[in-house]
């Protein structure tokens, strides 16, 4: 009795995966990896040579890298803090048991809208609301005396909560919907129980649900930091060529690492260095998250 | 023996004959079938009608790739290092022409079987497009000189006169040029749309580039005087504080006669014809003017990628376009558009008393006026990175105009600051 062995047909399925993942994603960055111990170049075209750590020390000594840094962070922190509030109030509300809001569909949608409109057209509208002498931000504020206009893109700071704002705007839909998700994914005898309990609306968020859909917050928070530190569309549209505007507050880390490429001195081994530092630093920063984040869960297992 | 020898004889004859007639048709019919692939940053060669006639004399095919002016580089270099694709014709506009010129890719013009003859151009033209050995790799058929366009309405307004060498003492140098606007801010109306707009006048006035042959870093003092005249046009209120190319900023110039705020915009002959002809409110109510010094914005170079196979064909396009008398008056006279060429453009000046074809200067001759301060210009600070560096200077002036940077002198620091941050390599 021969079992015909289906086994060897599952790589064939998986293979054109893995030939795509190697040529579009893990060749370039090797390739990015080599390229960062050399002198490539964007402006002229001869051949790199081999400098070493040279790159890596010029960035990691660069104030302006650090500054890039900050500027990203200053960008994101307000804004994660503000769109999981967010988030978390209107999970809340349209996940209530007793509240059962009609139309969730509705909602979901027109919260998620923000999230498909392409960046540039956001960067223009922006740009528009708010200009210094034009703008309607100004106008519904001040009216028409120009003299109190303020100067929105005047200061490096206003520049960043503006782009965390759009970005909060922009996710707060997708945050929301994954977190209604993770709720929805609660056994409804838990909430029935905590009811004939007698647990108030606010105890059943925090002791029961938000322990819950820890998971799905992780997501939420480690996802949000990748694509947190990596900002650059909305920044780049709204200042080109890498210069960031007043106070060069719209240099974020990956504008820094384009800009460090392709547009100031053409480094391209430099720019690959960025990419390689930040790498590094995103890293870092989610796995410290991860740790904070399910360390505590693991310690609350062991006592169970 | 002797039909082996005929034969030979007969073969050798005929290629030989062959050669000869193939030789001989060296006209347009050679290129019949061919397609001319040139990348642009403007679309100005459909719109100008010179592919028409590029295809019409040669009966090739010309395929104009246009590519906005900020993704130039971005989209031109991948090309030319894998040189897969590569266009026959590529460009460099002003800003980094001399980037494109040194790259190594282009053909040596001077040579044979270009032999390209710049004696008839502006200086400035010829100089554009050399290398950093003086070699020349890249002509222009362009030239673009720039002016004060102000609006005739207020000029009648405040200084009782709108006449271009009147109006034009107004603003023959810097201190004249404040003292006019402290007359028109007195009056309600502002100088210029931006002060941060002066940029493109200071810049082309370097006498320096930013990096001399050493990549040492070197600022021109005219710089410094920059910051001064647009601190004292910004704390005047002679601008109206507008971002440059917004909307409300190109409103400005769409204002009716009688309703208009803004006096003047510094635009070269291209914003004549790309831009100023496009605000229908205000067409007629322009004159142009001197602004302290001459000066250039823009203007494209063409370059003949090396390995091209098309560079007769090319060769025969960009000589139309600059060595070609007869076509280049034939198509200045249709577009009005200002050429490289001098003999040529001192020769029809006379045909645009009228002023120019669409009517947004009232009647002035545009042509004379361009003549006139084309020869003022000198590009010897032109530099590779001007596009960066100048962007970097103009962030800067926001900062100081916005009063974060608390002197003039400190401003100049905080520019080298920046550089330093963003080429570490060059010396300072």
Redesign the interface.
Known sequence: MKKRNYNAYGYWFILPFFLVFLVFTAYPILNTLFDSFTNDSFSNFGTPAFVGLKNYANEITSSLFWKSFFNTWIIWIPNIVTQMTLALLLAALFTNYELNIKGKGIFRAIFFFPNIITITTIAILVYVLFDWQSGAINQIFFGPDKKEYINWFGKGFVIQMIIGGVQTWIWFGYTAIMLMAGIQAMPKEMFEAALIDGASGSKIFFRIILPFIRPILAYVAVTSIIGGMQMFDLPWVMFPGGQGGADQGGITMTVYMYARAFSWDQNLGGGSAVAWIMFALIAIFSILYLRIAYGKRSSDEGVN | MKNRLLTKAITGLSALGLLLVASCSQGPESFKGKTLTILSMSDEFKTNKVVEDFEAATGAKVDLQVVPN?QY??KL?PL??TGHNVPDIFVGEAGFVK?VV????SEDLSKAPYNADTKDQYAYADQMGRDNEGVLRALTWQTTPGGLFYRRSIANAVFGTDDPDKIGAKFATWDDFLASGKVLASKGYFLLPNAGDLGNVFFAQKKVPYFDKTNHWQLDPIIKTFFDVAKKVRDGGMD????AW???WMDGMNTKPGSAKIFSYLWPTWGLFFVMNGQKNSIGDWHVTETPGGWYWGGTWMNIYKKSPNKALAWAFIKMMTQDKDYIKKYALRTGDFNSDKVVDQEIVGNFDKGDPAGVLGGQNHYAFFLKSADKIDASGVS??D??IN??V??VL??YL?G?IPSVDAAMAEITN?VK??????TY
């Open positions: 900020e580089l971005n270099k030319l290092k980037q040194n790259l190594g890719m109206a504080k507008l971002g917004s909307a409300p590779a990175d596009t960066v962007g970097l103009s962030n926001g900062d916005d974060k920046r941050q963003q080429f570490p390599q060059a």
